[in-house]
């Protein structure tokens, strides 16, 4: 059996969101760092000439599928958010994947060995929605706010009152390793959270659900404590069945540069 190339860097647009996702591959293509990474699209909806024009810069579109069956009506772009956890069987053949939403823009492209760098060694490599800018990390925390309910929508009241005081583990941008483990409890966690019985909120416009796979991810991965920005967390006891050791982050020093690298081009 051939040796897994790299990484494959992976990302989702539609028609609609193509000009945004020609930013990202172009800000990509103009970094020698980045230059020569290949590229996957979840391809939601692109025109044929979309789909030429990123074959013409070495991207390669994939069509997913519905990974999870969702019991309520949803629009087709809502694939992204299931195929996601799924990204090393639409993109096999790599030893590590790195996600970058289609609206983020690469101004720095050294940025992307922080990444890589720790999920080659088994970890999960994510950034806390946490920062000593954020004053709203510094005010009275809301008894039962806008994350708790994202955990309780998902996994219950007790999840949201246990997960939901945590910064948010922001899945606009991580990097995994093909073989990690993490990839099967987060699409087992947000298939349970799809799946969880509700009498209420089952809409593809409930703000819950729109952030179902962000949380699964927050309720299988470590729980983010650093007090630095760029990837690092300490690690909590890993969820049944997890290997030994595999549910830690990378904890890095604090590096200026990742405030100004990696940017999103909508508001």
């Keep these: 059996m051939a040796a897994p190339a790299e990484t494959?860097?992976?990302?989702?647009a539609d028609a609609a969101y193509f000009d945004l996702l020609a930013g990202l591959v172009r800000s990509l293509r103009a970094a020698p760092a980045s230059r020569g990474l290949p590229v996957g699209v979840l391809d939601?909806?692109?025109t044929p000439e979309q789909r030429d024009w990123l074959a013409g810069q070495g991207a390669r579109c994939v069509t997913p599928g519905w990974d999870v069956e969702i019991p309520w009506p949803v629009p087709g772009h809502y694939r992204a958010m299931a195929a996601r956890p799924h990204l090393p069987r639409y993109f096999p053949g790599f030893a590590t994947y790195l996600w970058l939403d289609g609206d983020i823009w690469v101004q720095d492209a050294a940025v992307l060995e922080d990444f890589l760098a720790p999920a080659?060694?088994?970890?999960?490599?994510?950034?806390?929605e946490l920062d000593r800018g954020y004053w709203t990390m510094y005010k009275p925390p809301k008894l039962w706010g806008q994350n708790q309910k994202a955990f309780a929508w998902a996994f219950g009241p007790r999840a949201g009152y246990r997960l939901g005081r945590n910064p948010i583990l922001n899945v606009g941008a991580f990097a995994l390793a093909a073989e990690s483990p993490h990839w099967a409890d987060w699409a087992a966690a947000h298939r349970?959270?799809?799946?969880?019985f509700r009498?209420?909120?089952r809409s593809a416009r409930n703000f819950y659900f729109q952030l179902s796979e962000q949380t699964a991810m927050n309720c299988v991965g470590p729980s983010p404590c650093c007090r630095r920005p760029p990837i690092g967390s300490a690690a909590r006891a890993p969820p049944p069945g997890a290997r030994r050791g595999a549910w830690s982050l990378s904890r890095t020093r604090h590096m200026p540069r990742l405030a100004s690298s990696i940017l999103r081009a909508r508001g």
């Design 192 to 196: 349970a959270a799809i799946l969880r």
């Design 8 to 12: 494959l860097i992976c990302t989702a």
């Design 120 to 128: 080659r060694r088994g970890m999960l490599a994510i950034v806390p």
């Design 199 to 201: 009498l209420t909120g």
């Design 44 to 46: 939601l909806g692109l």
